[in-house]
């Protein structure tokens, strides 16, 4: 992808960024010490079919769900001098990882954790997800499905190098908050 072409979308984002940020109510995840993580978040009633995560969990229509979302042109702003992709992919890994235990510290801050079921996002990047603890979902209705393929579609072209033939179909991200607690609360 030219470099002219990243740079114009980079700025735009930047410019868009704070105007999502506010419609979509999202609130910022912060460590004890006042830092701002990668993860933005919000309340969210799940809207989807009914899933059984691998706890025993079981997530309805309407549960209460913490949404998580990316910092998306944060992460690009730490990645865009790394041209490798591997090495860009272990960094939002990384990222991500110590930032959920911040995730903790916020749903024990707001007062959530007796009235969420777990963490539920929606990422077209879902390797190594897994490692992290989350579990991947389809996601079951196309209208929504080809709703955020269009709507992640350009953070997908501002991150990679090469744009593949087939893109990468977006899936439910899910982890209970047991599942949560027990991986990254800290003793």
Known sequence: MSINFRKTGLFLW????????????LDYVESKFGNRTIMRVRLTKYKGRKITLSDGTEI????????????????????????????????????????????????????YTNEIKGLVGITMLHRGCKKLGFEIYPIHNRYYKLFKQIALLPIYLLSCNKIKKKITTPMYLFMSKDQLFNKYQKG
């Open 60 to 111: 309805n229509k309407n549960d209460l769900l913490l949404k998580i979302h990316l910092h998306n042109i944060k992460i690009l702003g730490q990645t865009q001098n790394n041209g490798n992709e591997v090495r860009r992919a272990l960094t939002i890994y990384k990222n991500v990882q110590e930032s959920l235990p911040e995730v903790i510290y916020y749903i024990q801050k707001r007062g």
């Open 14 to 25: 930047n410019v868009i960024d704070p105007i999502y940020f506010h419609f979509t109510r």
